[in-house]
């Protein structure tokens, strides 16, 4: 296109004229600023006649409550973990001042991990395509010419390489591991954990920095009217400082009101698709892209497996008749068989698997053994905690600290039945912990000792 | 004042707020970087790079091509019809994106015998998904022509 760059060059060749005083720096800077790169650098390369700061600012806002959330879910997440319990529980033991906030987590409401994980993960897919808009609308940015004008924009646009490469990251690596795919270096809780606080400073500047951008551009047009123009009424958005707009719109084929819907119906094909694996019942069966969309099996026992028995290598002798727990921590230890335990009293809850994984069962009903009668026989009435301790030989979570609040929770339990049936082996026969709003994998199956401590 | 923004080109809140991003994502980022640090920062940068130089310009040269083709078929400039295939590819290739491991089974055993599911059912469930959703699309689009032929009959 040479007749472009001709063009192009005219207003280049003015300024040099009129700067021909100023210092050597100056005239350097201009000349760069009057020959961009070819292609994407080129302002006439980017042509919707859609792209502008009001569409960025309507998905940024949807970002701003959206992202939010995942933060905060996320964070309590981790908190979920008790991880300042115990060594064992901690999977980032190099946190810092990132467990800041930690607390004890609690038993109530029961439903409470559930909840949790369940709108962290089905949030996070559902805003998948409001993200991809957002990077739509403001790549052409990404190109800006000059790179940078000035020292804040240079800050500036590599905190953002912060924020464009943590959000993605924090996507994909989550998307990953909800699909067991885990092919990214290392443990998914340091990569999510760590790159959600290198997002989370980004992202927090990134909100000071561009609120009131956002909020103007919002007045800039009414939502109302967008939603009455159709594509041949579309026009686009008057220049802007920003450089979002078009400098040469092509013909709209889609108007502002269609590009919300296309983002709008993504988001709902995705929720119709996922949300049944976390709200169960009647519902899971319409979750049919989630990993969780059916029954593995029917019966009591017939309800979601997180690994079953064979996968983590438990072997017919571990669990069978030659079975004990053993209770440690008191003035000496005890050795129960099933049968044992079967003749203590025993007491029933209502209790659901939620998977930090985002999916979750209906309410069990869970027959079993408190830990807290466990810890009387074991001699300690008053436990501070338990450590938990399954046949599982090798992987994560085989070991497990409950806190002081759960151990002392009643409806926390050494289950041995489920639904009025004996546990199968993938849900952890002959014994598992249940607790109260726990992740799931606090619930330690195969369960072969418990240390209570004071 | 104003001969800090000279300097800097923004206010100073600017900077506050750019030097605490900075700082909190240092700390993270050397817990972050702890283990192989290598592979970390091709995934923590190749996420962006993958998206805004691979991804974006895939399905932007794809719509192009599909606007292309359509105004190709109808002779004419912009095609009007052309959002009724936008819309169910779209949609279908948004699936696809978020659910691509277990549409194309890339962890087939961990899958299976983890969870004690079929993870084979997720590719012809997409597959379905999506052809309903182009069936969708032709179903409206006829509807809205139907109208239209009758709007103008009407008015004969
Ligand atoms: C900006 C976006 C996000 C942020 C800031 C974020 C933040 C967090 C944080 C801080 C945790 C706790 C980390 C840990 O336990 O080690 C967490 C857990 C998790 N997140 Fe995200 N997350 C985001 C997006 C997503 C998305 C899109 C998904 C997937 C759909 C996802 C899936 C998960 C899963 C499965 C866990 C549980 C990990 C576990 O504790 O075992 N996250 N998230």
């Known amino acids: ?90 999977l980032t033991p190099d946190k810092g001042i990132l467990g800041f906030y930690l607390f004890d987590w609690p038993t109530r409401p029961y439903w409470l991990y559930r909840l949790l994980q369940g709108v962290h993960v089905t949030l996070g897919i559902v805003l998948v395509p409001v993200l991809l808009a957002k990077l739509w609308s403001v790549i052409p940015k990404l190109f800006t010419w000059p790179p940078a004008r000035s020292a804040a924009q240079a800050l500036e646009r590599l905190s953002l390489l912060l924020l464009v490469g943590g959000v993605i990251f924090e996507f994909v690596t989550g998307i990953m591991n909800i699909q067991l795919w885990y092919a990214f270096p290392g443990s998914f809780y340091r990569l999510h954990l760590y790159g959600a606080w290198v997002f989370i400073g980004a992202f927090v500047a990134h909100v000071i920095l561009k609120t009131p951008r956002m909020l103007s551009a919002l007045r800039s047009r009414s939502l109302r009217a967008e939603l009455r123009t159709d594509t041949a009424h579309t026009v686009p958005e008057p220049p802007d400082p920003d450089g979002l707009v078009a400098a040469d719109p092509a013909a709209p084929t889609m108007s502002r009101r269609g590009a919300l819907a296309l983002v709008g119906t993504g988001s709902l094909v995705l929720l119709a698709t996922t949300a049944g694996q976390s709200i169960g019942g009647a519902w899971r069966e319409t979750a049919l892209l989630a990993p969780r969309g059916r029954e593995p099996g029917s019966g009591p026992n017939g309800f979601q497996i997180n690994k079953t028995a064979a996968y983590v290598g438990i072997t017919p002798e571990q669990i069978g008749p030659a079975w004990r727990l053993r209770l440690s921590g008191g003035p000496a230890e005890q050795t129960l068989s099933r049968e044992d335990l079967l003749a203590m009293p025993l007491s029933t809850h209502a209790l659901p698997i939620a998977c930090v994984e985002g999916w979750s069962t209906d309410d069990q009903d869970w027959t079993g053994v408190p830990l807290l009668r466990l810890a009387e026989l074991a001699g300690v009435p008053r436990p501070s905690a338990v450590l938990v301790q399954s046949v599982q030989t090798g992987g994560p979570f085989t070991a497990t600290v409950l806190a002081g609040n759960q151990v002392r929770d009643l409806r926390s339990l050494l289950a041995l039945r489920v639904n009025g049936a004996d546990l199968s082996a993938d849900h952890g026969y002959p014994a598992r912990v249940i607790v109260p709003a726990a992740p799931g994998v606090h619930n330690t199956k195969w369960v072969g000792r418990l240390t209570f401590r004071t | 004042m104003a001969r800090f923004r000279r300097w800097y080109g923004a206010s100073p809140l600017h900077l506050l707020a750019l030097a605490g991003c900075f700082a909190l994502a240092a700390y993270a980022a050397i817990r972050l970087f702890d283990y192989e640090p290598l592979r970390v920062a091709i995934w923590f940068v190749g996420a962006a790079v993958v998206h805004d130089l691979v991804l974006y310009p895939l399905y932007s040269v794809g719509d192009r091509t599909t606007q292309e083709a359509a105004s190709a078929v109808s002779r004419g400039p912009a095609a009007p019809g052309v959002n009724y295939v936008r819309f169910p590819a779209c949609l279908s290739l948004l699936l696809l994106l978020v659910w691509l491991p277990e549409i194309l089974r890339v962890v087939v055993d961990t899958f299976d015998r983890s969870t004690g599911l079929d993870g084979s059912i997720f590719l012809p469930r997409w597959l379905l998904i999506t052809a309903c959703l182009f069936a969708a699309s032709a179903g409206v689009w006829g509807l809205r022509n139907l109208r239209r032929l009758r709007r103008r009959q009407h008015r004969l």
């Open chain 1, 1 to 90: 296109m040479p007749e472009d760059d001709a063009e192009e060059q005219k207003p280049g060749r003015i300024s040099r004229a009129v700067h021909a005083a100023a210092g050597p720096a100056v005239r350097g800077q201009e000349r760069l600023a009057a020959h961009p790169p070819p292609g994407p650098f080129r302002p006439g390369f980017w042509r919707s006649p859609i792209r502008g700061p009001w569409l960025t600012a309507v998905f940024g806002l949807v970002l701003l409550f959206g992202i939010t959330t995942l933060m905060v879910t996320g964070l309590l997440s981790y908190a979920a973990y008790d991880p300042d319990v115990d060594p064992v529980n901690d």
